[in-house]
């Protein structure tokens, strides 16, 4: 591929190495400020240790940055791997890439997965994983082309578009010959958006046949996208070998065969009666969250809302062109990955363009939706559009501006500070000019494109705002905002989002019909014990390329019949199946556990080190324990006048609002202190939450530097 | 009066079924494990299994978030 015509900065030559019972064993690191490219081995005890995925992303990351390191430093990040079973085509939901690096958000890892074709074509290509590191000097494109057998690091040209749904044909037209190229391309974009806030996402591109066009799947959240733009980095580009299902090159294809018919067959008899995945994806939680009071509406005060019914997953059906092959990656039958095409723009920059919109998924239409008063899909659709192509997470974008509407209602915002814009909930055009304001770093947009840490810095500083008012509304944690679930009656999932290393994601536990419906997890002992297993068994997904949907989200009602149905042990059993298919180990399904345990403590670890990870770092927002204002607990005054009764023996009758609050509020966040002693125990932690040199003993991370890290923050 | 997942209440009326009892709960949600009793209800068998006053019912939602 020399005849792309682009200035070659630096370049090297290489084989690509096969894949061999899921790794080409080794991974390809990139200094885009220097030049420098190298190919490292993965060893052995690498490999034994760190799995693959998110835990390759964390050794590699652990080992480029310093104790001191930030997420502008020129010695940060942004690793990306898929897994030893990404790229597998015989079992749905196979084809993950996760990305991490350290976030301008936290300040501490994040990590964050997406569909897409980049982490398995990067493999066919040769590579476990690949290491981006320094800031380069001019815009710049990486191209790992393992079909001329060269990495080249190409001085992006002027006319380079940022803004991804632009760039993504750029490249398409620069960089790839044919509809062959095309297919075997695959790359990494932000967006404008990304550039001026720290909540950038990275945009994982997959070339859809069917449409003849360009889609894209976002790691979203913790702001690595504004590192990729901080680096200058346009785009991570990747044209693979042709491929095929046993590319990965199993160790018994038979046996992940087997197991991925029956699966197969499993989601073709359930799906149509359950979920409806392959028709509406993860759009059908907005209905079923509205019904359990779990759907966050306008800051996460009301978990349910009379308009729901507008934007649930009946809507989406229709909106979803249907009778497309939705999947994210090859041989994935869930097929979930929806999107709406000639979507007209009413608003920004593209104004009249007719679009491909890529979703709507729950956490968007919860986020830009509910959460912000907006009950119009087709301003939930603009939305989505723009955060995509501006290179902004929807999550972090839907609950900081959920935040500001709050504000703005509680008149602590003025018009002179919006610089005009009513931000009253409900108001799309409005949210609308704060996104395109983001994208060019301009007015309110800046402001809010520093996420809520950042907002409640600057409202106070600024404009003498009651700090402890924003820190009860403002839903961060870590730093990083909160995804889209009313946590206030599931102490459980309190911890879920609380204690997850990265902060609130609910990508390590969901845990609130279990905890909060089923009433399975009554004592504080049971949650620890969930809060144990459910983040290590998710974590697991991320270590080996999988999506956590195909686990859960279809269900063969067998399950039913099992000592543990939460746990869907029937699944848990093909997961170990495959891994075992793949890589020709023999492991148990608690091995497993075991394996997500150690990078999950060692991440907690990473944490530490950056000075982070203790237990005031886990602290959350009250808003996400009980309510924070009359209104609030007005809503719903019967449900918490009988909790001060069956809980506290009071007798809410003749008790001001303000002290019912109070009373709440003291019981709740007590509850929640004795949860984290509880987890911590649970994990092998002291109790400000540092993992034991007998935790890291037993998991085999003891390293020098791990032991000194403990010893000096303990 | 039924009770529900060892914590909720709800008053018994006659003929109740369970596909009724789920629908007092508004318990919508489409993946629902029922047990009365200890015993497993076939989930094609909601609309016409009858609950029993006194029964102790487990409504178990298999889902574990997004």
Redesign the interface.
Known sequence: MADHGLEVLAEIPYTPAQADRGYTGRTLYVNVGDGTMVAKPVSDEMRRTFIGGRGFDLWLLWNGVRDDTVWDSVENEIVIASGPCGGTTQYPGSGKSIAATISPLTGVPIDSNAGGHFGPYLKFAGWDAIEVQGIAAREVIVLVDAASGVVQLLAAPDDCPTDTHLLGHWINQTLARCEDDRRLMAFVTAGRGSEHTLMGCLNFSLYDRKRQALRYKQAGRGGIGTVLRHKHIKALVVRTLPFGGKSNHPADLKRIAKIGAEMNREVAKWDPVQNRMRHRGTSYLVQTMDDYDLLPVKNFQYGSHAETPAINGDVWERHYTQNLPDGCWYGCTVACAHAVDNFKLQTGPYAGSCVIVDGPEYETIAGVGSNCGIFDPAAILEINFYCDTYGIDTISFGTSMAFAMECFEAALLTDEITGGLDLAFGNAESALAVLHQMATGTGFGKVLGQGIRGMKTIFVARYGLDRGFLEDIGMEAKGLEYSEYVTKESLAQQGGYGLANKGPQHDEAWLIFMDQVNNQLPTFEDKAEALHYFPMWRTWFGLCGFCKLPWNDVIDPKNAETDEPAKIPYHVANYVEIYNGVTGAEVTADDLIEMSERVYTFQRIFNLRLGHGRREHDAIPYRSMGPVTEAEYASRAERYDRQLVDWLGLEPAAMPVAEKLARHRAYRTGRYERLIDAVYARRGWTDQGVPTLETVRRLGIDYAEVVEIIQRRT | MITV???DEVVWREGMTVTDLLATM??????I?VSIDDV?VP?DAYAETLVADGADV?????????
């Open positions: 997942n060892r914590r508004k318990y919508t949600h489409a993946h494990i497993m989930h487990r409504a178990i939602h298999i889902q574990a978030g997004g």
